[in-house]
T-cell receptor
């Protein structure tokens, strides 16, 4: 079956602009996660959704970052007033359910470059 | 706070040789543990996970890992390396009641022909 998909695969923007990154989880998966991976680092947690609600947004670095999942499926990560330090690969993952040892399945990521 | 340490950011082994990638975690309670592999320009793929059912866990592509509570370790091994194993490998932990994965900094595995 189809895996997690993310669009766009690459995004180049200018400092100060607004960007939206989209994630389509595996069909039927109730939990959705966003991570950010900087060059040479492991992914870092940003936010987790259970259904439509953000159950844990403790990883969002500041109030310029916001994410939604209005219908409990597709999610959009929104970044306002982008800064050069926001350049990274943004990864989305989904799991059938939250909790325990449930496997998180990752998408290919969106590579964001802020000039 | 939970942390994961992967010793060796780069590991090189000859084709056919043993692969050993190290992972140590810090937690007073054994967490759930995962190994993911990342091929160039691809997403993370699960290799295997520890769920407390068995301390020796077998995964895909001939990889396995052993959970050792006394050493707080979850090292990844493969008896015989293939060229196709060249990739970046990440160890990750998840605590009970917490949904986020905490990743190590990764180990880049190079296979020498």
């Amino acid at each position: 079956g189809a895996g997690v998909s993310q669009t766009p695969s690459n995004k180049v923007t200018e400092k100060g602009k607004y960007v939206e990154l989209r994630c389509d989880p595996i069909s039927g998966h109730t939990a959705l996660y966003w991570y950010r991976q900087s060059l040479g680092q492991g992914p870092e947690f940003l936010i987790y959704f259970q259904g439509t609600g953000a159950a844990d947004d403790s990883g969002l670095p500041n109030d310029r970052f916001f994410a939604v999942r209005p219908e409990g499926s597709v999610s959009t990560l929104k970044i306002q007033r982008t800064e050069r330090g926001d350049s990274a690969v943004y990864l989305c993952a989904s799991s059938l359910e939250a909790g325990g040892s449930e496997t998180q399945y990752f998408g290919p990521g969106t590579r964001l470059l802020v000039l | 706070a939970q942390s994961v340490t992967q010793l060796g950011s780069h590991v090189s082994v000859s084709e056919g040789a043993l692969v050993l990638l190290r992972c140590n975690y810090s937690s007073s309670v054994p967490p759930y543990l995962f190994w993911y592999v990342q091929y160039p320009n691809q997403g993370l793929q699960l290799l295997l996970k520890y769920t407390s059912a068995a301390t020796l866990v077998k995964g895909i592509n001939g990889f396995e890992a052993e959970f050792k509570k006394s050493e707080t370790s979850f090292h990844l091994t493969k008896p015989s390396a293939h060229m196709s194993d060249a990739a970046e490998y990440f160890c990750a932990v998840k605590n009970f009641g917490n949904e986020k994965l905490t990743f190590g900094t990764g180990t880049r595995l190079t296979i020498i022909p």
